[in-house]
Nanobody, 132 residues
């Protein structure tokens, strides 16, 4: 059974940093063409894509609003994907979800599923709150 567990959220002041982790089980990220996506949903808003990374070629994608501030990476030995979030802003406040796209995956620098419709498995989410 595939499971995704997010950790690392919390409360931080504007300008601060957090690192989210997405630990996967029930699959081996590096073994095939998987992708992990990070999504977020703020209160009263639609879920939106934040970033993705593919296991086969390490392609990454970032939504414009986080470019230059967030970095996605993977530790294949730990089957874990990270989202380093720097220079956080109050508008980054949301529940963050990681999600798995099974092979074949389609993470590219120019596009990823904006609302997560192509994702196959989801974590339960973790709250990130950025105070001003």
């Amino acid at each position: 059974e595939v499971q995704l567990v997010e950790s690392g959220g919390g409360l931080v002041q504007a300008g601060g940093s957090l690192r989210l982790s997405c630990a996967g089980s029930g699959f081996t990220f590096a073994s095939d063409d998987y992708a992990i996506g990070w999504y977020r949903q703020a209160p009263g808003k639609e879920r939106e894509v934040v970033s993705c990374i593919s296991s086969s070629d390490n392609e990454t994608y970032y939504v414009d609003s986080v470019k230059g501030r967030f970095t996605i990476s993977s530790d294949n030995a730990k089957n874990t994907v990270f989202l380093q979030m720097n220079d956080l802003k109050p508008e980054d406040t949301a529940v963050y979800y990681c999600a798995l796209e099974v092979p074949p995956s389609y993470c590219s620098p120019t596009y990823y599923y904006p609302r997560g419709t192509g994702m196959d498995h989801w974590g339960k989410g973790i709250l990130v709150t950025v105070s001003s």
